[in-house]
Structure formats: structure tokens, C-alpha cells
């Protein structure tokens, strides 16, 4: 999978799981797209985050929403 550039025009400065922006592993760049693949390399997008602190603080303010 290649990354063809276009996540440059796409993407979005800062991560905020619990707004809808989604990360691209390959691409390392933070994007606001409706799909579950990168637009740019087709690879799947990260929905949550890796660190388990950070994962409380997504799942405290979705129930919140909720």
C-alpha cells in the first residue's frame, strides 16, 4: 500500500478520537473521513487510541454524549 499524497489536502492538524477523526498508520496523519480506509492508501484507520490512558478519557466523554 502505497501512500499517493493525498492525505496531504485531507488532513486534520490534531487527534480527537471522540470527534470522529480517525488515524492512517501509514500515512501518520489524522483525518475526518466517513469511511473505515484511508482514502490515500486504502489501509484501514485507526478509531481509537493506543494508550490506555487516553482510551479511559474517550470512552468517560462518549458516555457523557451519550
Not at 3 to 19: F, H, P, Q, T
Not at 37 to 66: A, D, H, I, M, Y
Request: charged share 25%.
Amino acid at each position: 500500500m502505497v501512500c499517493r499524497n493525498i492525505c496531504a489536502r485531507i488532513k486534520v492538524g490534531m487527534s480527537s478520537y471522540a470527534l470522529g477523526i480517525k488515524y492512517c498508520t501509514n500515512c501518520e496523519v489524522y483525518l475526518y473521513h466517513g469511511g473505515i480506509f484511508c482514502p490515500c492508501c486504502g489501509r484501514q484507520l485507526r478509531t481509537r487510541p493506543l494508550s490506555k490512558k487516553v482510551k479511559e478519557n474517550v470512552s468517560r466523554k462518549e458516555k457523557t454524549q451519550v
